[in-house]
């Protein structure tokens, strides 16, 4: 029988460790592929490369056997020439991450992550984005472990074409992680800030420098989910990226997510 394909990226780059800890994590579930950013693209959402010459060109691997692809634009980018240039007939999942920060709230519409995710179901394919808390360990057994079973869910011929997730990791540092659950993005405000630089331009200060204001602590929002250490899960409508709690496939994921927990 043939084996499901799986293409990895991020927002991070092709060399950092978020995304090869992903390929371990899914490795034994399929044909893996990394086609990702040569740089880092944080905060760039679902930008294209427009008007401009994209390159795509082999890169080192980490995982035996697992082919890796460097592509001189965003996470977007990185999902069409996965798509279109290297994996020639497609992809049955994209899965981007692992991303060492949240990407929750009104980030959701910024994070390179879950732009990757949303260029592949907007094509079409099956697609979740994994981030967690950048001080924890990526190379977690349990978190190894959840992934793979969310992943296999997104597999599985009951996933719709298109199926989009986002799934935050909370801290495990100090707490065990309390289960999974479903959250909606919570609403919030994102306020920047423009930093004069000696070139004579500006730098807009987003990453860890971002205050997001006004949050919404409701139950079943993504913060407020991860406010009680519990894994973070989405389901987003494509068009709107708006929550979908009654979707199966979210329901199959938080079972296997709470399953390898206990």
């Known amino acids: 029988m043939q084996r499901m394909k799986i293409l990895v990226t991020n927002d991070d780059g092709f060399d950092n460790p978020g995304i090869w800890a992903l390929v371990r994590a899914v490795n034994d579930l399929g044909e893996v ?5 040569t740089e880092n693209q944080s905060g760039v959402g679902t930008a294209l490369s ?11 691997s980490k995982v035996h056997g697992v082919a890796c692809y460097a592509v ?15 994996l020639v007939c497609g992809a049955d999942v994209v899965v981007s991450g692992i991303n060492p920060g949240f990407n929750t709230s009104r980030n ?29 360990d990526m190379e977690d057994q349990i978190v190894a472990d959840v992934i793979a079973r969310i992943t296999n869910e997104l ?29 909606a993005p919570a609403p919030s405000e994102w306020m920047s800030k423009l930093e004069a630089q000696s070139d004579g331009g500006y730098e807009i200060l987003s990453d ?49 997510a709470n399953r390898i927990i206990g």
């Open 155 to 183: 597999l599985d011929s009951e996933t719709p074409r298109g199926g989009l997730f986002n799934v935050n990791i909370p801290s495990f540092g100090q707490m065990k992680i309390q289960g999974a659950e479903g959250a």
């Open 72 to 86: 001189s634009g965003t996470p977007s980018d990185s999902v069409i020439f996965g798509l279109e240039h290297v």
């Open 208 to 256: 860890l420098r971002v205050h997001i204001e006004g949050l919404d602590m409701a139950p079943g929002t993504d913060v407020e989910v991860l406010n009680r250490n519990r894994i973070s899960i989405s389901s987003l409508e494509g068009p709107t990226l708006s929550h979908q709690p009654d979707d199966p496939t979210l329901q199959r994921m938080i079972d296997a």
């Open 50 to 60: 427009l008007r401009r010459s994209v390159k795509i060109n082999e890169a080192p």
């Open 108 to 136: 959701v519409f910024i994070s390179g992550t879950m732009g990757a995710a949303i260029q592949a179901a907007a094509k079409g394919v099956k697609a979740c984005a994994f981030s967690m808390d950048a001080t924890d």
């Open 33 to 37: 592929t990394v086609v990702a950013p």
